[in-house]
């Protein structure tokens, strides 16, 4: 577990997983867990989130799953984050293996591999699949009837979009003035700390997950109309 979680991701986890449990119960937990374990299976060395990036994929699907408690049909909302959270994962690390080179969602220009918005066929279709798998899951586990699933894989693959379009025209990047490699983060290179370059300051990776994963909750419960998800 160590090497999927830092400590304070490992803290921020369980503080999700308990809202999760609270909120949608055990069969929400075990909907938590398939996206944590397949999500983490598919990074190479698992990722050792940090808590901010917890949160960022998590925390929408535990407000979602509290809300549920109240209003049951939030809960295709929280499986809809969740599948939104699971798109962007799979597609990232899918379409890393892809043998072509990727494209900006926006343009269609060729890319560097590991470009925020760049996409693949293959990176495309990891992220169908990442949130097709999450609504299955949902439908098995007795969160959404199957009929409902259809709206929570329509609500991943819309959050996924985003991320990709928000990736593309928004998250910020950074440039070492040493070498000139760019990224999306300001840890220094080269010895040097990164200078910022384009896109906005505070639309860092972890804002844009967060916001994809909104989206994914939102259209997840607005495609399903009242009283279609299975109360608890």
Request: aromatic share 6%; net charge positive; with cysteine.
């Amino acid at each position: 577990m160590t090497k999927w979680l830092s400590p304070g991701g490992t803290l921020a986890a369980l503080a999700v997983g308990v809202a999760v449990t609270l909120g949608a119960g055990g069969a929400g937990l075990a909907l938590l867990l398939a996206f944590f374990l397949s999500s983490s299976l598919l990074t190479p060395g698992g990722g050792r989130r940090r808590a901010v990036q917890v949160a960022a994929n998590g925390g929408v699907a535990a407000a979602a799953a509290l809300v549920a408690r109240v209003h049951p049909a939030w809960t295709a909302a929280f499986a809809g984050a969740l599948a939104a959270a699971a798109a962007d994962t799979w597609s990232t690390e899918i379409g890393g293996r892809s043998r072509r080179p990727p494209r900006l969602v926006t343009t269609g220009r060729v890319v560097a591999p590991g470009t925020s918005g760049g996409v693949t066929w293959l990176g495309t279709g990891g992220g169908v699949a990442g949130a097709t798998f999450i609504a299955a899951a949902a439908a098995l586990l007795g969160l959404v009837r199957p009929a409902t699933a259809a709206a929570v894989g329509i609500g991943g693959v819309s959050g996924g979009l985003v991320d990709s379009l928000l990736g593309a025209l928004a998250q910020a990047r950074f440039r070492c003035p040493a070498c000139g490699t760019t990224g999306e983060g300001r840890t220094p290179h080269c010895g040097e700390p990164m200078v910022f370059v384009s896109g906005l300051r505070w639309m860092t990776n972890d804002t844009v997950n967060f916001a994809a994963t909104l989206v994914g909750a939102l259209v997840a419960v607005l495609s399903t109309g009242s009283g279609v998800a299975v109360p608890p």
